[in-house]
């Protein structure tokens, strides 16, 4: 029914750090002409490889998300891979939101956040989001364009749900 998608441009420029951390890892290894010992050289080697891991697969997580609404439920995927992922059935929710302004700062930084007091988001850049009022109590925010759109079409199928499905063959 709806979607769309947020992106992240300077998250790519975190990604460059990561894979130069793990350049100057591998730089370390093959040609260094180190004279502390073979640990100390095993230590910078492999912290610098991973931490250039860490940090360029955790920035590649957060270039961009996409959500997907449908008859059944939202569905949000992070990264070019789709990993984290989050699928809340419409089951769950009952309210939407549109948030012209949601801010990494407000969450704790960029990425998937969770704060006891405000709920779950999923946060890629500063701009408008969408806010779903979950069953529990808790909320879910994620930051994606057009989400009056989204919102919009959420709050339709919560005034008209899907029928239930049938099993084949019944």
């Known amino acids: ?3 769309g998608r947020a992106t992240n441009r300077f998250q790519w420029v975190a990604a460059v750090a990561g894979a130069a951390c ?4 591998v730089t370390l290894a093959v040609e260094s002409p180190w004279t502390s010992g073979a640990a100390p050289l095993a230590m910078a080697v492999v912290g610098c490889v991973a931490a250039g891991l860490l940090v360029l697969f955790g920035t590649l997580a957060f270039v961009h998300v996409e959500v997907r609404v449908d008859d ?18 419409l089951t769950q929710v009952v309210g ?18 969770w704060r006891p007091e405000t709920g779950t988001a999923v946060v890629v850049r500063r701009g408008e989001g969408l806010v779903l009022s979950l069953a529990d109590g808790r909320t879910f925010t994620v930051t994606v364009d057009g989400a009056e759109g989204a919102v919009r079409s959420i709050r339709a199928l919560l005034r008209h749900p899907a029928p239930p499905q049938t099993p084949a063959g019944t």
Do not use: F, K, Q, S
Not at 72 to 89: L, N, Q, S
């Open 1 to 3: 029914m709806w979607t």
């Open 22 to 25: 793990m350049a100057l890892g």
């Open 72 to 89: 059944r439920a939202m569905e949000v995927r992070c990264g070019h891979i789709g990993v984290p992922r989050r699928t809340i059935p």
């Open 96 to 113: 939407a939101e549109y948030a012209p302004r949601v801010t990494p700062r407000h969450w704790g930084g960029w990425g998937y956040r």
